[in-house]
């Protein structure tokens, strides 16, 4: 069972907007704004989407967007595409003992 | 720009140790504000962070698999290393090194994985 909680999955069609929600603890998604988005394509490794709850690394397509209400962060992927579909995860820092949790991640589909 | 490579044994026996090794290219590991850790991902399965190491050899472990992780950097070689001991077949993932911001901030850099496999 992983420490943060997502969705299993979504879906949407081509040009709509999809979000994933992140659920934490008030010791990790709560206490900091360090919750970062990874995308996984099959057979791929993780790519940075979002760091800091809402920052995009240079190359991310505005697109992606990232927000955070108490315990719970968000990915918003808006104006769909095909190339979107893929494996997301989220993850907070929780401390200097545990540093790092991820979601189970979230299966996007493209319909 | 920075790129990351692991290497080691695909195929570990259970009870032995899992070894592998990650390069650093395009930069250098002696670089302020940023730490290299291991992450694994079990087949079908989500992520977990396993450890990481500073360049000043300041590491910091998974509590989980704490006893039985060892990280450590050859700042000479640009290289860190894994080493995890008495695998079973729970610890069959696909590792991965990766770059850390700060110390918990974010992953920027990954490397492609390595399939290991704890099999007799």
């Known amino acids: 069972q992983s420490a943060l909680t997502q969705p299993a999955s979504v879906s949407g069609s081509p040009g709509q907007s999809i979000t994933i929600s992140c659920t934490g603890t008030s010791s990790d998604v709560g206490s900091y704004n360090l919750v970062s988005w990874y995308q996984q394509h099959p057979g791929k490794a993780p790519k940075l989407m979002i760091y800091e709850v809402s920052k995009r690394p240079s190359g991310v397509s505005n697109r992606f967007s990232g927000s955070k209400s108490g315990n719970t962060a968000s990915l918003t992927i808006s104006g769909l595409q095909a190339e979107d579909e893929a494996d997301y995860y989220c993850c907070s820092y929780a401390g200097t003992s545990t540093y790092v949790v991820f979601g189970g991640g979230t299966k996007l589909t493209v319909l | 720009q920075v790129q990351l490579q692991e290497s080691g044994p695909g195929l570990v026996k259970p009870s032995e140790t899992l070894s592998l090794t990650c390069t650093v290219s395009?930069?250098?590991?002696?670089?302020?504000?940023?730490?290299w850790s291991w992450i694994r991902q079990p087949p079908g399965k989500g992520l977990e962070w396993i450890g990481y190491i500073y360049y000043s050899g300041t590491t910091n472990y998974n509590p989980s698999l704490k006893s039985r992780v060892t990280i450590s950097v050859d700042t000479s070689k640009n290289q860190f290393s894994l080493k995890l001991s008495s695998v079973t077949a729970a610890d069959t993932a696909v590792y991965y090194c990766t770059r850390d911001r700060n110390s918990g901030d974010y992953m920027d850099v990954w490397g492609k994985g390595t399939t290991v496999t704890v099999s007799s």
């Open positions: 395009g930069g250098s590991v002696i670089i302020d504000s940023y730490y």
